[in-house]
């Protein structure tokens, strides 16, 4: 069965400061991988995909994410931070064959931006 | 274009009632999915719906149930309510499924006193 596990369940950092948010995956195959942000309050908002092609991924809000087979991984990085991205972050992994669509999430990890 | 949108917002319910959800997906979008978040198991699947037939199910008991009609809105019912039901429940439409993304409405929050 697929599974998503992202390490950290808080990060803090300053304004301006670069963030990296961490995600492993576990799936037979290549997935299909998905960053989401869920503001309090919020439902969840895609910043950014991953089916195939450029492993490099850019999103919304400045938001880029690299997928590494080798390492299993899609961590989520941002150059600069900016206060408004205080949420929390959900890593996503969908299969690529078969006919189950759902979305398997990590945990969620809580970003807190300092001014 | 409006997006997904769920109704109610919020309810408070006790244990043993049941209750019923509304998920309306953004026009034209056929799959529609539920997700119920908790704070302890996180975000997970409840079930998927296109085209009026449930398409994939995940590991909730039978009291969790759920239908979709010809204009692609979608409801949940959950029966027999416990207080582990709290939860926000999610609701996502897409076009149909593969490879297209999920948009997600803003949640019922369901409280089970």
């Known amino acids: 069965a697929q599974s998503v596990t992202q390490p950290d369940i808080h990060i803090t950092v300053s304004e301006g400061a670069s963030l990296e948010l961490r995600c492993n995956y576990s799936?037979?195959?290549?997935?299909?991988l998905f960053w989401y942000v869920q503001s309090p309050g919020q439902g969840l908002q895609l910043l950014l995909k991953y089916f195939s092609g450029d492993t490099l991924v850019q999103g919304i809000k400045g938001f880029e994410a690299e997928f590494k087979r080798s390492q299993s991984s899609f961590n989520l990085r941002k150059p600069s931070v900016h206060w408004s991205d205080a949420a929390e972050y959900f890593c996503a992994v969908q299969n690529s064959g078969g006919s189950n669509y759902k979305l398997t999430f990590g945990k969620g990890t809580l970003l807190t931006v300092n001014p | 274009k409006a997006g997904v949108t769920q109704t109610p917002r919020y309810l408070i319910k006790t244990r043993g009632q049941q209750v019923t959800l509304s998920c309306s997906p953004i026009?034209?979008?056929?799959?529609v999915s539920w997700y119920q978040q908790t704070p302890g198991q996180g975000l997970q699947f409840l079930f998927e719906?296109?085209?009026?037939?449930?398409?994939n199910k995940g590991n909730f008991p039978g009291r969790f149930s759920g239908r979709q009609f010809s204009n692609s809105r979608s409801e949940m019912n959950v029966s027999t309510l416990e207080l582990g039901d709290s939860a926000l429940y999610l609701c996502?439409?897409?076009?149909?499924?593969?490879?297209?993304?999920?948009?997600f409405g803003p949640g019922t929050r369901l409280t089970v006193l």
């Open positions: 996502a439409s897409s076009t149909t499924g593969r490879t297209d993304t999920q948009y």
């Open positions: 026009s034209g979008h056929r799959s």
């Open positions: 799936y037979g195959a290549t997935p299909y």
């Open positions: 719906y296109f085209s009026e037939t449930q398409r």
